[in-house]
């Protein structure tokens, strides 16, 4: 046997194995995005059935409020029905509810009565931790996102992830209009 | 890694001076060291949180803490929830515990939760999940293992060799000869290691866990995107007076300040399980630009002229993150008790462990009963109306 010979089935080997751990580490980066935006999932959902008994409970104080309940409701609806049609169209649909939501917990503060009802309180707190929840799961899954992202565009993994068709994942923004603006400060 | 080979070449040398067998005192050695082992594996979190007194809740004893540990499990992507613990006792505190993620748990002092606010204990359960996250409660209670193990083995050893000279019998006075010399250099050499194996094993022990320290501060920091929360909570904790009588040495490493200091230095010290909190808020407060490992790496080596806490691995590939504004800020009327509200809510839970029977006057005062209160009846102290106490 010439040593061409021994040079190509290890340089075969070197090649498979390349391919092998490459393969593996795409796809396990791409279960662990998944796995994370089923956490996401988890709390939109939660946040979709926590809002109906807040509502219920706040209509009774808050009787000036009814156009913010009406157009609460409205959001809600609309983001479940947008459960399931792609990252892009639920961010948009979830982050309607946010800015909504966030303008009735703003408003909050003119009614002592509606404060001292524990049952809104504990309401309130399921809520905000709720929207946290969210929040932090975003950022974990949009941070598992860009490593994907990376290992998908970068070189060498991106040869591979060529040859077996891996697709960019998609960030999950929540444009949330009052986030964007100046905090209003009264005194 | 380095304790476990001083482990070694201290068993090594126990049985080369005594059973005049170099394998005997090795084996000694690691038989102790795997039952010691096997102890703090696989009990070690339920002895900690038993000689801590520690009580745990559920979702309904305390909303607030639970749905914090709940976020922060989330934000640092931890596939299990951990049980979470309320310590009943006025001073601050907090630690983690478990074998691995899955077995683990958080505990807090009661005077630590009623003193923190959202922000403040977001950031040490960050802190503390950080902990779970790598790993550090396996790494540090092997270590402490090791290092309890040194000690022990070197204290024999040194009481052995005395009440050997005492006694006058000299192996290597009655064997002479040629071996004689030699085994007199491997005397004095396995006394010289006797006294330094300890200290050794002690100063590396401690340098471990400062380094987990800083990198918890660092998971914390990039879990929350808010550093300052954690910042302003080791403020508070560092104002703390209360001394935490359920520590003790093999324990201090777990906890989010070192129990057992009392006077705070400046300096670096090197026989400290946590480096000073002074340092550690400097280093939190200083991360202007982001939220990042690699923005706590820059913060560090600014605070310590240039050197570096973490290795460049962990660094490299990492996307800028951005600082969140304070949560009260970001999240509109985030509901944020008062300082008797919170104080009212984490004693709640205790009196509710305790077994305390609450028994609602018309009046609105709220009696506490205790468990060993005999009669079926008892007097508003305000109004004076008889009430019945309920049969649990």
Redesign the interface.
């Given at each position: 046997m010439a040593w061409y010979f021994y040079l190509i089935i290890v340089l075969a080997v070197v090649l498979v194995l390349f391919l092998l751990f490459t393969y593996n580490g795409l796809i396990r980066v791409r279960n662990q995005m998944k796995n994370a935006w089923a956490q996401i999932d988890v709390q939109l959902k939660r946040r979709h059935d926590l809002i109906p008994n807040l509502v219920e409970t706040a209509k009774g104080y808050m009787t000036h409020e009814r156009e913010t309940f009406e157009s609460i409701t409205k959001a809600r609806n609309l983001a479940q029905k947008a459960v399931g049609t792609g990252v892009g169209a639920q961010s948009k649909a979830e982050g309607e509810l946010s800015s909504v939501l966030s303008k009735l917990l703003m408003v909050v503060e003119n009614y002592p009565d509606l404060k001292a009802n524990t049952n809104f309180l504990a309401l309130q707190e399921e809520l905000s931790s709720t929207e946290n929840k969210i929040g932090f799961s975003r950022q974990f899954y949009n941070d598992s996102v860009m490593g994907y992202n990376n290992k998908i565009q970068m070189f060498p993994s991106n040869v591979i992830a060529g040859m077996f068709g891996f697709k960019t994942g998609e960030f999950f923004e929540i444009e949330v209009a009052a986030e964007r603006a100046v905090p209003k400060v009264s005194f | 890694m380095a304790m476990g080979g001083i482990l070694v070449l201290i068993g090594y040398l126990i049985g080369v001076a005594f059973f005049s067998n170099a394998y005997a005192g090795l084996i000694l050695a690691l038989v102790i060291w795997f039952i010691m082992n096997l102890v703090a594996y696989f009990a070690g979190d339920s002895i900690l949180l038993g000689i801590s007194k520690a009580k745990k809740i559920t979702h309904d004893d305390h909303?607030?803490l639970f749905?914090?540990v709940?976020?922060?499990k989330?934000?640092?992507?931890l596939e299990y929830m951990p049980s979470v613990y309320i310590i009943d006792t006025p001073a601050m505190n907090a630690f983690a515990t478990g074998r691995n993620p899955k077995n683990a748990s958080v505990a807090i002092t009661a005077g630590l939760l009623q003193k923190l606010n959202r922000d403040e204990l977001q950031g040490v359960i960050a802190h503390e999940m950080a902990h779970i996250k790598n790993r550090d409660v396996l790494l540090m209670s092997l270590c402490s293992v090791l290092l309890g193990t040194i000690v022990i083995l070197a204290w024999y050893a040194s009481r052995i060799m005395i009440y050997g000279a005492i006694l006058g019998g000299g192996r290597s006075r009655r064997s002479g000869g040629g071996g004689g010399q030699g085994q007199i250099i491997i005397f004095i050499v396995a006394i010289a290691l006797m006294i330094i194996a300890p200290i050794l094993a002690y100063l590396i022990y401690f340098a471990i866990s400062r380094k987990r320290e800083y990198l918890a501060d660092a998971s914390a920091a990039q879990?929350t995107?808010y550093p300052e929360g954690l910042a302003s909570a080791l403020e508070k904790l560092s104002q703390s007076t209360h001394k935490l009588e359920t520590a003790n040495n093999a324990t201090a490493s777990m906890f989010i300040i070192n129990p057992l200091k009392r006077s705070e230095r400046a300096a670096a010290d090197l026989s400290s399980t946590h480096p000073p909190i002074s340092e550690r808020i400097r280093i939190l407060r200083s991360m202007a630009g982001g939220a990042s490992f690699y923005d706590y790496n820059t913060a560090y080596s600014a605070v310590h002229s240039g050197k570096s806490v973490m290795g460049a691995a962990s660094l490299t590939?990492a996307?800028p993150v951005s600082i969140r504004g304070a949560?009260a800020?970001?999240?509109?009327?985030?509901?944020e008790p008062t300082r008797i509200e919170r104080a009212r809510e984490t004693s709640n839970v205790l009196w509710k462990y305790s077994k305390h029977k609450l028994v609602n006057c018309q009046c609105g005062t709220k009696l506490r009963v205790p468990p060993n209160y005999r009669h079926s009846n008892i007097k508003c102290p305000h109004c004076g109306r008889i009430n019945t106490i309920p049969h649990s």
């Open positions: - | 909303p607030r749905n914090v709940e976020e922060m989330i934000a640092s992507g879990y995107r590939g996307a949560s800020a970001a999240v509109a009327a985030e509901p």
